[in-house]
């Protein structure tokens, strides 16, 4: 297994700030050598389980558009060997991969069909805790939050 990229709990951080700095955005987002095969466990599931790992509130469809847009662009920019634009979307890896952009899906689950990352969209409001994301839909090991958000998300729902 390779070295984790991010260590946050290696005590290098007060403890509870986890997330709360800013990234630095040449490295937001950052695909390895497994990409294609998280893409692929993602598909299955927005095929399979679609309403169980993707949620979204109504009236976040412009923010998820501009989610979208800026994963889109970062990507293109910073990961133009991985990632490419064709005539309907981007095409992504060595493979046949692509993802449709301005179809019929909510942004937000377009975007997260781009990248290995779960996504999360927050905003305030008086909901507390209440966010958008596709929940843990890809269980990625060494990432933050994945087996917990899935808890959570459970002990919440209505």
Known sequence: M?????TPYDGSKKPFTIGLARLDPAEWLEPDERLEYYLARKDALFEDARDTVFAAEEGTEAAGREVLEAI???LLERYGDTYRRTATGMAIGSGDR???LGGGDPSLLTAARLVQEDLVLMRRGMAAGGSQRPRSASPRPGRLGRNSARRWTRSTRT
Not at 2 to 6: E, I, K, N, T
């Open 98 to 100: 692509h993802v449709a």
């Open 72 to 74: 889109a662009t970062h």
């Open 2 to 6: 390779p070295a984790l990229a991010h």
